[in-house]
T-cell receptor, first 111, second 113 residues
Framework: GEDVEQSLFLSVREGDSSVINCTYT??????LYWYKQEPGAGLQLLTY?????DMKQDQRLTVLLNKKDKHLSLRIADTQTGDSAIYFC???????????FGKGTTLSVSS | EAQVTQNPRYLITVTGKKLTVTCSQN?????MSWYRQDPGLGLRQIYY???????DKGDVPEGYKVSRKEKRNFPLILESPSPNQTSLYFC????????????FGQGTRLTVV
């Protein structure tokens, strides 16, 4: 079945760039997503990328997609303490009826 | 403001006592779904609904029921809760299954003792 893998932790210093990586298994996925979850809060859609794109930039966020390697990354430029959260990578399942989530990467930003 | 609203946010209950977690969206979305989030397991889909009166099982439907009588509401029902249903629950909605966005509620933290 479909699976999404992420590293569990990332620690960076304020002002540095953060790169969160994700691998997925379903090559037919049309959309891939990044969500952010702050403590005690729900999931916030950060950005998404359509499968025919290689890169998408949205202010401080850059998403890179390598379809050949089924690898997705999220780069956060000039990381701030407010970026500390859990980041989830997700893809739509083949039926299109569910999002398949990774286990989440906890980003810790120190000042 | 576009939002998905879940209630309650926190609930502690006893084994076997029926409960309902409500979910409502104000975006006229056709598609709604429920997920549970557990440490080390990430988020897993419980049930989904493509439209009014159309529901189907997700990956982990055992012990849960849902209904979709109106487009805006999608309650999650636990007829006889058990401790293994202690979890963080999220409701989500989107305009279609291939939609570019999915809105999530704030979550309901359920503890079954």
């Amino acid at each position: 079945g479909e699976d999404v893998e992420q590293s569990l932790f990332l620690s960076v210093r304020e002002g540095d760039s953060s790169v969160i990586n994700c691998t997925y298994t379903d090559s037919s996925s049309t959309y891939l997503y990044w969500y952010k979850q702050e403590p005690g809060a729900g999931l916030q859609l950060l950005t998404y990328i359509f499968s025919n794109m290689d890169m998408k930039q949205d202010q401080r966020l850059t998403v890179l997609l390598n379809k050949k390697d089924k690898h997705l990354s999220l780069r956060i430029a000039d990381t701030q303490t407010g970026d500390s959260a859990i980041y989830f990578c997700a893809e739509r399942d083949q039926a299109g009826t569910a999002l398949i989530f990774g286990k989440g990467t906890t980003l810790s930003v120190s000042s | 403001e576009a939002q998905v609203t879940q209630n309650p946010r926190y609930l502690i209950t006893v084994t076997g006592k029926k409960l309902t977690v409500t979910c409502s969206q104000n975006m006229n979305h056709e598609y709604m779904s429920w997920y549970r989030q557990d440490p080390g397991l990430g988020l897993r889909q419980i049930y989904y609904s493509m439209n009014v009166e159309v529901t189907d099982k997700g990956d982990v439907p055992e012990g849960y029921k849902v209904s979709r009588k109106e487009k805006r509401n999608f309650p999650l029902i636990l007829e006889s809760p058990s401790p293994n249903q202690t979890s963080l629950y999220f409701c989500a909605s989107s305009s279609s299954t291939s939609g570019t966005e999915a809105f999530f509620g704030q979550g309901t933290r359920l503890t079954v003792v």
